[in-house]
C-alpha cells in the first residue's frame, strides 16, 4: 500500500470511475486489491458520492464540522501575521518605525520642533523634512 509520508494523489475523475465499478456490483475487496487502495478510502468515495456528487472534504462536511477547520485556518492566519509584526518590531527596534537617524538624539528634537530634519538615517537614505 501506500507510504503515509507521500500520500498519493487521485484525479476527481479517478474516484468517480472507481465508485462507479463499485455501484456497478464489483467487489469492493476486488477494486481495493486491483487498485491498490485502502478500504477506507474507498468508503469515503462511495458515501462522498452518495452524499453531495463530490470526493471532495470540503464538500461532505456540514456546517457544524467546518466551523472548527475555518477556525483553525483563521488561527494560522493569525499567526503567520503576529509573526510578521513581530519580527518587524525586531528589526526596526522600540519606538521606531524605520531606519535610524544619524543625527544626534538631541538634535532631531531640535529638528522636530522647528519642523525640518534633513538628517541621515543608518542605512543611508535622507530622512524627510517633517511637517
Known sequence: ??????????????KRQIVQLCENGK?????????????????RWVQGIRNSGSTKAADNRTPEQN???EL???NRQLEMEADVSEQEA?????????PRCAA?????RAAASTGTCGGTTTNGSTRPSIT
Not at 30 to 36: C, G, L, P
Not at 104 to 108: I, K
Request: net charge positive; charged share 35%.
Open 72 to 74: 483553525r485556518k483563521r
Open 67 to 69: 466551523e472548527p477547520v
Open 27 to 43: 467487489p469492493p475487496v476486488k477494486i481495493e486489491r486491483e487498485y491498490d487502495i485502502y478500504h477506507s478510502t474507498l468508503h
Open 1 to 14: 500500500m501506500a507510504d503515509p509520508r507521500h500520500p498519493r494523489r487521485f484525479t476527481e475523475e479517478f
Open 104 to 108: 544626534r538624539a538631541s538634535s532631531c
Open 90 to 98: 525586531r528589526r526596526t527596534g522600540p519606538g521606531r518605525s524605520g
